[in-house]
C-alpha cells in the first residue's frame, strides 16, 4: 500500500490549500482514513479522520470550522481542504490509513497502518 500526500506548500495568514492524498494498492473502502501533523519540536497530532464506515468525520479542537476532510472512494483519495490558515497551522502534514482502526482510536497515530510521505504546509507572510 502506497500514499502519496501532494499540495502543500507556502501560504499567507488567512489563505486556503488543499492537501491530497492518493492511495494505491488497496481500497479506501472499509478503511479509516486521517490527517495529522508535525511541527518543528513537537511530537506528531491529529488533525482530522473519517471512520472505516465513513459519513462522519472528527477535527482537533483548533482546526474545527477550517479544516474539511473529505474522501473518494471511487477515485481512492483523501483531501484535506484548509481555510483561514494561520501561522500556527505550519507543519508536516501527513495522511494515514487504518483498515483496522476503531473510531475510539481516529486520534491515535499508532493505530493506523499506512502512512504517506508527508507535505509541508508553511504559514507566513
Known amino acids: 500500500v502506497q500514499l502519496q500526500a501532494s499540495g502543500g506548500g507556502l501560504v499567507q495568514p488567512g489563505g486556503s490549500l488543499r492537501l491530497s492524498c492518493a492511495a494505491s494498492?488497496?481500497?479506501?473502502?472499509?478503511?479509516?482514513a486521517g490527517w495529522f501533523r508535525q511541527a518543528p519540536g513537537k511530537e506528531r497530532e491529529f488533525v482530522a479522520g473519517?471512520?472505516?464506515?465513513?459519513?462522519?468525520?472528527y477535527y482537533t479542537d483548533s482546526v474545527k470550522g477550517r479544516f474539511t476532510i473529505s474522501r473518494d472512494n471511487v477515485n481512492n483519495a483523501i483531501y484535506l481542504q484548509m481555510n483561514s490558515l494561520t501561522p500556527e497551522d505550519t507543519a508536516v502534514y501527513y495522511c494515514a490509513l487504518g483498515p483496522r482502526t476503531i473510531t475510539s482510536s481516529l486520534r491515535n497515530p499508532d493505530a493506523y497502518d499506512y502512512w504517506g510521505q508527508g507535505t509541508q504546509v508553511t504559514v507566513s507572510s
Open positions: 473519517t471512520p472505516r464506515s465513513g459519513g462522519y468525520t
Open positions: 494498492g488497496r481500497t479506501l473502502r472499509g478503511s479509516a
